[in-house]
């Protein structure tokens, strides 16, 4: 089955305490994004990959970072947590080099820093 | 860059009714176009899609289509039911990048 996984999907932390939110999916997609959802804004991209080795500044990265170190994973992580990053997170992967094709979410994770 | 209006929530509709969302974007360049639907508790999935001018997409009983010169993908359905109480969100994407409009919670009573 396609899919695009998550974990944890919720997770309480204090301000300052490094952690990391893994990504991995089974399609052998090149794209890979993460996304931050807040009430009134929708998805903004957090982060994307083109590939192994290739990532980019989406629209918020501020305090995040990623990696890409195979295709299947892409790990998020926040080096200094802090409260205005509680929000709810999503990985995303889809296939490149051809337009129109489909972009599929995991299921999230809801991330508390207190 | 992308950037979407959507229409906005929280609509509240009976079942059998008629929904439509609209839906405009600006975009460099000539993008494909998304609808994704998020179920309570859970992530986005497609719901439809249309890669050029004038295409439909459907899925479901919902139907988009892409209009070029009014820049807009206003999402439709004629007769709702409980079960698509969702949130929807329109999306231009290129390549690696889908710009999400800020979402419209639909709600429908039985």
């Known amino acids: 089955e396609a899919q695009v996984t998550q974990n944890p999907r919720y997770l309480i932390t204090v301000t300052g305490k490094k952690l990391t939110v893994t990504c991995s999916q089974n399609m052998n997609h090149e794209y890979m994004s993460w996304y931050r959802q807040d009430p009134g804004l929708g998805l903004r991209q957090i982060y994307y990959?083109?590939?192994?080795?290739?990532?980019d500044k989406g629209d918020v990265p501020e305090g995040y970072k990623v990696s890409r170190k195979e295709k299947r994973n892409f790990p998020l992580i926040l080096e200094s947590p802090s409260p205005n990053q509680t929000s709810l997170y999503f990985c995303?992967?889809?296939?490149?080099?051809?337009?129109?094709?489909?972009?599929?979410f995991g299921q999230g994770t809801r991330l508390t820093v207190v | 860059g992308n950037s979407v209006t959507q229409m906005e929530g929280p609509v509240t509709l009976s079942e059998e009714a008629f929904l439509t969302i609209n839906c405009t974007y600006t975009a460099t360049g000539y993008p494909s176009l998304f609808w994704y639907v998020q179920y309570p508790g859970e992530g986005l999935q497609l719901l439809l899609k249309?890669?050029?001018?004038?295409d439909k997409g459907s899925n479901k009983g919902f139907e988009a289509t892409y209009r070029k010169e009014t820049t807009s993908f206003h999402l439709e359905k004629g007769s709702v039911q409980v079960s698509d109480s969702a949130v929807y969100f329109c999306a231009p994407g290129t390549d690696y990048k889908l710009s999400f409009g800020a979402g419209t919670t639909v709600t429908v009573r039985a």
């Open positions: 990959s083109m590939n192994v080795e290739v990532t």
């Open positions: 995303a992967s889809r296939k490149g080099g051809v337009d129109g094709t489909e972009a599929f």
């Open positions: 249309a890669t050029k001018a004038d």
